[in-house]
């Protein structure tokens, strides 16, 4: 399979293009619905110049994309996550269908969406976030993401117990 790239404050990671791919597509669909600021226009200006979207051997440098704004990065993956939480095990078409680029891309985002499970969306995304909270020194958000923390909101963490 063929891989792709994201790199983050000097870290990289290498992913399957078609993770990347339906990461992308999620990503684009989040931002288009999230408000305007200067870091959505950098994600979507990079997703449609890379076409991240259909890019076989794509490398994303985050922090041109990410910028100052690690915390409206992660709050972007926030979305993508829950999007992904909300999804049937085996997305398939309900969830092809939620994602902001029908059209020509119909057949292969069908295709990665017919041979990916709910479980490896979520790792990629975790993957990534990882990395940006990580270089933003960020552990919290994180933990946060993965639900094992829940300190800020008062929410019963994961073993049910307040932070």
Sequence with gaps: MQQGYIECGGYDDEIEVRELVIFW???????KASEKSDLVDRVLEEIE?????VSYESVVVLDDVVGQDAEGFLSILDNVLHMIRNAPDHPGEAFYDALSRPGLLDFQLR???SVLSKKDLLWVVYRV??????????PDRFLGCMGIIRCRTGEP???????
């Design 111 to 113: 295709y990665y969406l």
């Design 25 to 31: 597509a999620m990503v684009e669909t989040v931002a």
């Design 129 to 138: 976030y990882a990395m940006v909270a990580t270089v933003n020194q960020r």
């Design 49 to 53: 110049k890379k076409q991240l979207y």
């Design 157 to 163: 963490t994961q073993f049910g117990m307040n932070s």
